[in-house]
């Protein structure tokens, strides 16, 4: 008899039916909010993932399956799927298109790690990734996204840990201050820790070896050290966060296994899994896609482990493309409006809202290219009679609903 590959795993009912229904609830939920699906090569370039997720990190250093192929080429069997969704939007050039600006997959990774209960060497990611939106909305929207899909599974017991991870003109200062407060303390620090220390301190952070751990437990931290603009930039995700009822911890030594990251990092864990408790992870990584030769779009996204997931997902099982944008005027009008396409979706209508304030002109335009059929117009006067005016934007008729009218109206049209 020949073996399965030691951290890979067979699937097949009853356990598929938990995958099934993590999936159909993710594709339900991303086509709410205006997501569509990208599905990339198994395989790329080594230098892909040298470039994007670090050669320092765990990750890079450690756990790839790199290959080479028969023509002495060297290939990687991907342990994450951003840095390829990136690969493609440039090399396909996605990003002039607006209805490619959020995209989500649903595919096996690869990492060679030790395997344990939730940890394998071929596992399973769910993720999104949202282009072009460098608003802490955006980052608000996304992380929304990742909470109520494990609301809309029956995951209760989920926390939210939240940090900021700076950008690149704050972190150099703080990169020098933790150099310098763990150099004293080197010869406490293990092997990688040592080393790490001169190519990339950050990544000393996530050292799990339990004898470094007493040491960067008093290391500064990074959320102490951040400039004007991703100290206000982290306040509003945590206000906006706040304001819409989505619990999270600040977590100050959250800095993430990957160097793309810039600003806003978070991670989902569940202490139903026990050991391997991260259940979700991701972050804002505003310069990956000009790193990768594209045009320097920001960027924000996550992925989840599905093979954990699964493990906590009770038993239990859809879908219509997204027809209506949101137009909001003026930034005190955001949060209005954010309340009305929770009311909207609410009611099951998939509506599209975006975090970067916009004209009536370029609210228009932006809607024309999501080839949406309904902008919903959400200005003072709107707010004030508390009827939004609603566009059609193929027949050009304009219409004066409440939230519950306006609801019923797109579910009868579309
Ligand atoms: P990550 O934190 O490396 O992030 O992985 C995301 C999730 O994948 C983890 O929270 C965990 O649930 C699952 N996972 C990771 N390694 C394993 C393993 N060996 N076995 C089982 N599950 C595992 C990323 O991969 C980023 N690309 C996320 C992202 C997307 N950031 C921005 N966009």
């Given at each position: 008899m020949i073996n399965g590959v030691k951290g890979t795993q067979d699937l097949y009912f009853p356990e598929i039916k938990a995958w099934h229904r993590i999936e159909a609830a993710a594709r339900e939920l991303f086509a709410l909010y205006g997501y569509s699906e990208?599905?990339?090569?198994?395989?790329?370039?080594?230098?892909?993932?040298?470039?994007?997720?670090?050669?320092?990190?765990?990750?890079v250093s450690k756990e790839m399956y790199t290959f080479q192929d028969k023509k002495g080429r060297s290939l990687t069997l991907r342990p994450e799927y951003t840095a390829g969704v990136m690969r493609s939007v440039v090399e396909?050039?996605?990003?002039?298109?607006?209805?490619?600006?959020?995209?989500?997959?649903?595919g096996p990774q690869f990492r060679y790690e030790r395997p344990q209960k939730g940890r394998y060497r071929q596992f399973h990611q769910i993720g999104i990734e949202a282009l072009g939106d460098a608003s802490p909305g955006c980052d608000f929207e996304c992380i929304t996204i990742g909470r109520e899909l494990m609301r809309r599974l029956g995951i209760a017991q989920v926390e939210v840990r939240i940090n900021s991870v700076g950008c690149p003109r704050c972190r150099p200062a703080y990169t020098e201050k933790l150099r310098e407060a763990l150099a004293g303390?080197?010869?406490?620090?293990?092997?990688?820790?040592?080393?790490?220390?001169?190519?990339?301190?950050?990544?000393?952070?996530?050292?799990?070896?339990?004898?470094?751990?007493?040491?960067?437990?008093?290391?500064?931290?990074?959320?102490?050290?951040?400039?004007?603009?991703?100290?206000?930039?982290?306040?509003?995700?945590?206000?906006?966060?706040?304001?819409?009822?989505?619990?999270?911890?600040?977590?100050?030594?959250?800095?993430r296994g990957l160097?793309?990251?810039?600003?806003?990092?978070?991670?989902?864990?569940?202490?139903?899994?026990?050991?391997?408790?991260?259940?979700?992870?991701g972050?804002?990584?505003?310069?990956?896609?000009?790193?990768?030769?594209?045009?320097?779009?920001?960027?924000?996204?996550?992925?989840?482990?599905?093979?954990?997931?699964?493990?906590?997902t009770p038993a239990g099982e859809e879908k219509r493309e997204?027809?209506?944008?949101?137009?909001w005027m003026g930034g005190e009008l955001y949060k209005p409006a954010l309340r009305i396409a929770s009311k909207l979706r609410e009611k099951g209508v998939p509506v599209i809202i975006d975090g970067e304030e916009r004209s009536v002109k370029n609210?228009?335009?932006?809607?024309?290219?999501?080839?949406?059929?309904f902008a919903v117009i959400v200005g003072e006067d709107e707010i004030k009679a508390e009827r939004l005016t609603v566009k059609n934007l193929e027949s050009g008729e304009q219409f004066a609903f409440g939230v519950e009218e306006a609801a019923s109206f797109f579910m009868s049209n579309s």
């Open positions: 990208i599905r990339t090569p198994v395989m790329e370039h080594t230098e892909l993932f040298v470039r994007s997720v670090g050669d320092e990190t765990d990750i396909n050039r996605l990003h002039d298109s607006a209805r490619h600006s959020r995209l989500y997959y649903i303390r080197s010869g406490e620090l293990c092997q990688d820790c040592r080393r790490r220390l001169e190519t990339n301190p950050l990544r000393v952070l996530d050292c799990k070896v339990p004898s470094c751990q007493p040491v960067l437990t008093e290391a500064p931290k990074i959320s102490e050290c951040l400039c004007d603009e991703c100290a206000a930039h982290f306040e509003e995700v945590k206000n906006l966060l706040s304001e819409f009822e989505v619990p999270f911890v600040p977590w100050p030594r959250l800095v160097d793309y990251y810039k600003k806003t990092v978070f991670e989902m864990i569940s202490p139903l899994l026990g050991a391997q408790d991260a259940l979700l992870g972050g804002r990584y505003d310069g990956l896609l000009g790193q990768l030769g594209g045009p320097a779009l920001p960027s924000f996204g996550w992925a989840l482990g599905l093979e954990r997931l699964a493990l906590i997204p027809e209506v944008y949101i137009a609210s228009m335009k932006r809607a024309d290219r999501l080839n949406v059929k």
